[in-house]
């Protein structure tokens, strides 16, 4: 310790906002060892919660397999850092990981959520347990892990910190402890305060977190260090976004959606100023936070994600189908277009992220008897703008010829749903023959307005590896559409958005002859999926009866379609997928 | 009370065995107005856990319009109660409820799983909060309810009532109390203990709630008194089997998978014989239970169902299958038949269903380019043993059609596995049409093996609304077919059992190009399967190294068709489904 610089003038703090594939176990300790092989770092490293697993891990902890080569991995860390882990100055890392116990018979008693540190020439070893374990909506911890009961201050270079994993900072009526007050009544008082964590993303999460982490600053009287995972597993988003604040400031902002290693200074606690004191608890958890909705007060309308929520939305989008690709060893995309919104601004945030990451993308167009010759021409200037090529593979020979053969062996005529789901389907089957003929994945086209209300064909237009839109209303996805327009040139044809959506699958078929307008539709929805309104709350506020009675039934319906859908990237508080779980069969409620 | 008979003579007890859709309050309440309308019931009557609400939940209780409902539906049974229920003895009904507690803003603050009261002239009223909340494998209880933590000891007529809710009784690592040992402990002595339960079934699992209940019933000198729900939920069955023990013997056994009602008199407690003492915690949960496997301790093979086991599973597939079209509306079934086994024993399934519960069936037969004639022939056999009509649509020209649309577009011929899985495609499509046009439901044909190597073709054959046999492996598909040939008349034609498994997607294909036999593959899977073994562990036990790494590869790496499946029927304590949660993206693991 006599080696280093005096600790009053300044610490590095570095954080390592990174990601690593779900148990890349041979990834992570090769980036540590090359990371600090060079032995030319010194000061706190900080990575993010369960940066040793990934997160998040859902069974995987309970396999033996998995289990096996983590505690192997832990041992080589440990033999790493007490044998090989140098530095010039004081050094420590401190990371996230799973602490295992076992029971006599080898099997494990339980497993926490841990913060390990990492010295040079020391063991690995386990500084606190994570106290809150988040157990709503997609989380579910306490499922896994076994919550600690103890804060921690630790001290380094003479600076006592206090640390948090996560939830532990988000104190509500959920849990039954506070961790942060625990560390405003420890013995020692912090000079700063670290919180680790996996924290998904949504819409408007950033804000949240700063305000957060200010009212903790304030009330701990020390600068809030905050770390977090990057990265998509399957349908959640961890974007990043480290950050400082001290006082009543943001020190310091990561980027968003891509890793980074953040370098600064520790900051000396700044008070702020009188009229800047914020309450402790303004911006917890609770029952009304946690099912927030993007309507105005009165329920009537949807409020628009505005200019920052679609850069960020877009942003989390390509993170999302960048990851589940690169994880997945999808490299080509074979995209269905319609002719309609939907597919269309599918495949444009394809060629977005084709800028920075290299894929191949095929568009297809596969008429049938009711697609109109403007739905081609859309496609066609679509794919001009975007400098794709697009193949017609009409579906109508062979539509008629399957209406033939229902005929011959079933005597009657093909009519009806069942006639027009047949082409949908027929455009799953097909698009899918096309991506194993050409090795390519398909991503699916559905917004969460059509997946709210069933409002698609289970097996065909419902299909895909991916749904890039399933957590966006229909007006949200207009409003991407104009963003995209307006910031990356005009790519999508106009009329694609002005034009009123249709599933074509009959003559002169609508979507507003099953389902009310959008600005009326998507607001229900919104209200209903919170599960904070009822339909007779609705109609109290002006929405009219038959309408919300219907959206209403058919959500309550729809659960099957659902049930058989593919991972949504989720930008919501609220979304399907893992977080919404209703049964199928059920009064309807 | 001086109206009652001497209750040391006997005290009636009614198990009522009931099962009631989930959140049918209306139908609730009928059923208990109806049943106690006359006033001619007197003693203790008993119902499921969750009685009043159904069970599981998720996330139902959580939203406003299930909370409005349901606390209407509370106040209107209190006012039932205290005005209406007359009786000419003593009478109380024990059931489970949900109990809310709200805020001041009027959410609710916690939700708890109880057991309540209503007795004659009284308002309703809490007795008992659950303390042990299951949160492993498909359960979550700590998602949405808050534990008690205080035993309860309830007096009626002068006999004293230890109460238990379902997992209170299987006290192990996985909880930190015992509520049993609270009961022993218990200042009032129990003359009996009660357990209300909504106890998933799995094979094997009457046994072991015997077993336990012995052990409780010796353990607190007392008889024991099991009531469980009955019914199917998407995936999960509750199969009745209430039951009263006593000392070391079988009081009262209830039907299985039924509802039911059975009357006893309270049975004194009577020791039992000194060789048959139980320890107390002999057959509790722990983590090796909860994983067991049904392999022989070698782990080369797959214990057998038996007799006993495949008339079991029989039954739970019945009832899975009855309530879940009693409850979405299915009267009409549509069953595509390859010549298979697994699609034979669906049809032969739901023709049994057709015994007792009136719904219509059809067989379609949809040869390709690589159906054999056998496919045919069998397909007709078996139909003409049931009784069904079967309808033959040829998908040979269909498939043509598209061979040549795609190489007159794609230009290039449609070949290997592109060419294999449009036939499965065109097959789920063609018969998604016919169930469109008939108002018919589709039922998946997969087993558990097919499921967990993905030997399927997403959209293809892995169609339908419920999959009847995906907890079952192709084995134990056998075992099932030869229980029924025995049992129900030769249903089956002996070939169809015989023949070797194929999909006939191209020239002489059979599953053993791809897979190892079933005798190996099965045993691995379900070593695999129950996370207790790693493929080392195989290896070592005499396993072929290729076969296992293989199986396990494709085990991890089909996880995405598996998230876009329907809902398996569970007959088995680890399934596929609501309790496996794998990710997508992962290393392989």
């Known amino acids: 310790m006599s080696k280093f610089r005096s600790m009053d003038a ?53 396999k033996k397999t998995f289990i096996d080569d983590y505690q192997a991995f832990l041992e080589d860390l440990s033999v790493w850092s007490e044998r090989q882990l140098k530095s010039k100055g004081p050094l420590a890392l401190l990371f996230g990981g799973l602490r295992y116990e076992f029971d006599t018979l080898g099997w494990p008693s339980y497993i926490e959520n841990v913060m390990y540190i990492l010295e040079p020439g020391k063991k690995l070893r386990s500084l606190y347990t994570k106290q809150l374990l988040p157990n709503y909506d997609i989380y579910e911890e306490k499922k896994y892990f076994t919550a600690g009961h103890q804060s921690e201050v630790f001290e380094f270079c003479g600076k006592k910190f206090g640390l948090l994993i996560c939830e532990d900072i988000w104190f509500s009526h959920l849990h039954d402890m506070d961790p942060v007050e625990q560390l405003k009544s420890h013995e020692q008082k912090c000079d700063a305060v670290i919180a680790i964590n996996a924290s998904p993303y949504h819409l408007g999460k950033v804000e949240t977190r700063i305000n957060r982490a200010l009212e903790i600053s304030q009330f701990l009287e020390a600068p809030f260090i905050y770390v977090n995972r990057v990265g998509a597993e399957d349908e959640i988003l961890f974007d990043g976004h480290s950050f400082v604040v001290d006082g009543n400031s943001v020190v310091k902002m990561g980027a968003g959606f891509k890793s980074q290693v953040v370098n600064l200074d520790l900051p000396v606690y700044q008070s702020p100023e009188k009229q800047n004191v914020r309450p402790y608890h303004s911006s917890t958890n609770s029952w009304s936070t946690i099912f927030s909705t993007r309507l105005s007060s009165d329920t009537l309308t949807l409020q628009p994600m505005g200019e920052a929520g679609c850069r960020e939305v877009l942003d989390a989008l390509l993170l999302g189908i960048r990851d589940y690709s690169e994880k997945n060893g999808l490299k080509k995309f074979s995209i269905a277009l319609s002719g309609g919104m939907d597919s269309a601004l599918v495949v444009t945030i394809l060629k977005l992220l084709q800028k920075t990451y290299p894929i191949e993308i095929e568009a297809i167009f596969l008429p049938g008897f009711f697609s109109s010759s403007i739905s081609y021409d859309l496609s066609y200037d679509l794919c001009r703008n975007l400098g794709i090529k697009l193949t017609t593979m009409p579906i109508k020979f062979i539509h008629s010829t399957i209406r033939s053969a229902y005929k011959d062996n079933f005597g009657n005529e093909l009519k009806g749903i069942a006639d027009e789901n047949i082409q949908s389907r027929l455009r799953g089957a097909l698009i899918y023959m096309r991506s194993n003929d050409m090795n390519s994945a398909v991503l699916n086209t559905s917004n969460k307005s059509e997946l709210s209300v069933g409002y698609s064909t289970i097996y065909g237009d419902s299909v895909g590896a991916l749904s890039v839109l399933g957590d966006l209303f229909k007006l949200e996805v207009f409003e991407l559409a104009h963003y995209i327009n307006k910031h990356h040139g005009n790519l999508i044809p106009a009329d694609i958005i002005s034009r009123p959506p249709s599933a074509e699958l009959r003559e002169d078929q609508e979507d507003s002859q099953s389902l009310p307008p959008y600005d009326r539709l998507d607001p229900i929805l919104e209200a209903l999926l919170s599960s904070r309104f009822t339909p007779q709350d609705l109609i109290k506020r002006g929405h009219k009866q038959d309408e919300v009675l219907k959206v209403y039934q058919l959500l309550s319906k729809s659960e099957y379609k659902r049930k058989q859908f593919c991972p949504i990237i989720k930008v919501k508080p609220k979304s399907f997928g893992f977080g919404h779980r209703v049964p199928i069969s059920k009064k309807m409620l």
């Open 10 to 62: 300044f610490m590095q703090l570095n954080l390592h906002q990174t990601h690593h594939e779900i148990a890349d176990f041979e990834g992570i300790f090769k980036y540590l060892t090359a990371t600090f092989q060079q032995g030319n770092h010194e000061g706190l490293h900080v990575f993010p919660e369960l940066f040793l697993t990934g997160y998040p891990l859902q069974d995987l902890p309970l």
